[in-house]
């Protein structure tokens, strides 16, 4: 009961949902349609689990004065304005979007661009290997980078259009780097549905946690 | 700009200096944009996901339309809260099984079809023209076979096995440099978008 009827339920809806892609039927569609939206639906409630989680971490901080405790209550204080003014108020609230624009919009972009610094610094290290293979990776990243900006005009303006940066970084980007992505992409495909196949038949059961896998 | 403005994107300016301040080392200002940071996303996509998803699939279906067979995913989605229980936690696995019976299954074919399918099919429908462009097509051709070679590992890579993974190997790395570097500008373009901000905050501020 607790293991055998969620693999029989993981089955069923897989097989179904499988071939259901070969039915040229309204029916088979329609069913597609509304398993989907039932997943959907079933992620909302689930989100409760997420934000539930993040609570009673914060809270136990909190409660037990852990170290960094001052941060939580930030975080919780946050959580709850934000959901209070957009429950009240709906998403159009001016406060809310100004919450949006000059709180969150900010910090995320700034957070992205302080990668700038910590990918140049792996890469750094990266690049020390002094192998041919690190070789190669440096001077693709340094040819396309100085083809995306003037500097590499400037460098290579003078000299025949083919051997330019900016042409030999687009030469780069669109047949090395697709070719890459294609094998890549041919292997996720291949890799994904041999583990959905072993979801579907039970193989692989991870997804029961603990007690189920036995 | 007005002081509502100014005060707006003195706050927006604060936080991107806070974030920024991590270059250094961790310190208070970092956590607490960051901290802050987890809890206005967090209630941000929380009531956006309500007032969009949760109204159109399950409040309006259920409660106007009188499509009561919603309340099916509906009892499901809530199975899902017993994983707050240790006692009732297994109750969650039925909901979980429902979604990953759909996802495996919705995934076979989708990924199949266009991580597989559709990558084979741009990479040997483009015809063979005797110019540039047929070159590049030839070497993305012979590229993917060889980087294909290197993934493929149910056969000792010896010989011309080994000359193509070897190939196949310098490939990926260029095209791993090449989107690497490609990232890197996007961060950079990022960052300069930023000091910008601050740049017009610090004239606007002071009259510049």
């Known amino acids: ?45 689930a989100m409760v689990v997420g934000i539930g ?24 204080v946050c959580l709850i304005g934000m959901m209070s003014i957009g429950l009240i108020g709906g998403t159009e609230n001016d406060l809310f979007l100004k919450l949006y624009r000059h709180g969150l919009a900010p910090v995320t972009s700034t957070m992205f661009s302080l990668l700038a610094f910590f990918i140049a610094s792996a890469a750094y290290r990266a690049f020390r290997a002094r192998t041919i ?58 890799g994904v549905a041999a583990m959905s ?12 946690g603990g007690e189920g896998r036995k | 700009m007005t002081t509502g403005q100014l005060i707006l994107n003195g706050i927006a300016a604060f936080l991107t200096l806070c974030i920024f301040s991590f270059l250094y080392k961790d310190n208070p200002f970092y956590k607490f944009a960051e901290r802050l940071v987890a809890g206005v996303a967090t209630g941000y996509w929380t009531i956006l996901l309500y007032h969009t998803n949760f109204t159109d699939k399950v409040i309006e279906p259920i ?49 199949l079809y266009t991580y597989l399918f559709k990558q084979l099919q741009a990479t040997i429908s483009t015809p063979l023209t005797l110019d540039l462009a047929g070159l590049n097509v030839l070497i993305i051709v012979i590229a993917v076979l060889s980087a294909l070679i290197y993934f493929f590992f149910s056969s000792a890579h010896k010989g011309i096995f080994n000359v193509a993974s070897r190939f196949g190997i310098y490939v990926i790395m260029i095209g791993f440099g090449a989107g690497f570097g490609l990232t890197v500008m996007g961060r950079v373009a990022l960052l ?13 501020l002071f009259g510049g």
């Open chain 1, 53 to 76: 989680s993040l609570i009673s971490l914060h809270y136990n901080r909190i409660k037990f004065k852990k170290p960094g405790w001052g941060y939580s209550t930030v975080t919780i």
């Open chain 2, 63 to 111: 409660f106007i339309n009188g499509q009561y067979h919603y309340i099916i995913p509906a009892v499901l989605g809530i199975m899902m809260w017993t994983r707050f229980s240790r006692k009732w936690s297994w109750i969650s696995r039925y909901p979980i099984a429902f979604y990953i019976g759909i996802g495996s299954g919705v995934s076979i074919t989708v990924y």
């Open chain 1, 1 to 45: 009961m607790k293991r055998e009827l969620p693999l029989m339920i993981v089955l069923i809806f897989g097989t179904f949902m499988a071939f259901q892609y070969f039915v040229p039927h309204r029916i088979s569609s329609d069913l597609y349609q509304e398993f989907n939206n039932w997943t959907i639906i079933i992620g909302i409630f």
């Open chain 1, 197 to 208: 196949l072993k979801i579907i038949l039970g193989i692989e059961r991870t997804w029961l």
């Open chain 1, 133 to 190: 293979l690190a070789t190669l990776l440096l001077l693709a990243a340094v040819v396309v980078m100085l083809g995306r900006v003037p500097i590499g005009e400037i460098l290579t303006g003078w000299l025949p259009r083919p051997l330019q940066f900016s042409e030999i970084s687009n030469f780069l980007l669109y047949v090395p780097n697709t070719a890459a992505k294609r094998a890549i992409f041919i292997g996720v495909g291949l």
């Open chain 2, 192 to 204: 300069v978008q930023r000091i910008i901000f601050l740049r017009d905050y610090i004239v606007a």
